[in-house]
């Protein structure tokens, strides 16, 4: 069984479908993502390093930018992005 949702090539981040201790290595698209911290089940990692107002994909979709810099392997979140859901943007 797959431990994460990966949908579309324009992700930048990925669903944990369990939950992942640092270290840890997840595979997506063909490459090996070390996780830089706690990623736990339902919450997004991400899985390229993301700039400080960066879009942020899931889905093939805009559902944020990013408030940080966000390192490949850490989790995806509100301490770190802002959402763009329902602002048109």
Same mark, same amino acid.
């Given at each position: 069984m797959d431990q994460i949702i990966y949908l579309d090539r324009?992700?930048? #981040? *990925?669903? *944990?479908? *369990?939950? /992942?201790?640092?270290?840890?290595?997840?595979? #997506? *698209? $063909? %490459?090996? =993502?070390?996780?830089?911290?706690? =990623?736990? /089940? $339902? %919450?997004k990692v991400s899985v390229c390093d993301i700039q400080k107002e960066g879009l942020i994909y899931k889905y093939g979709a805009v559902i944020g930018k990013a408030t940080q810099d966000i390192p490949a392997g850490s989790v995806v979140h509100i301490h770190n992005i802002t959402s763009l859901r329902g602002l048109g943007k």
């Open positions: 324009k992700d930048n #981040v *990925a669903t *944990a479908l *369990a939950d /992942f201790a640092p270290g840890e290595t997840i595979d #997506v *698209a $063909g %490459h090996t =993502i070390r996780l830089l911290e706690r =990623i736990p /089940f $339902g %919450h």
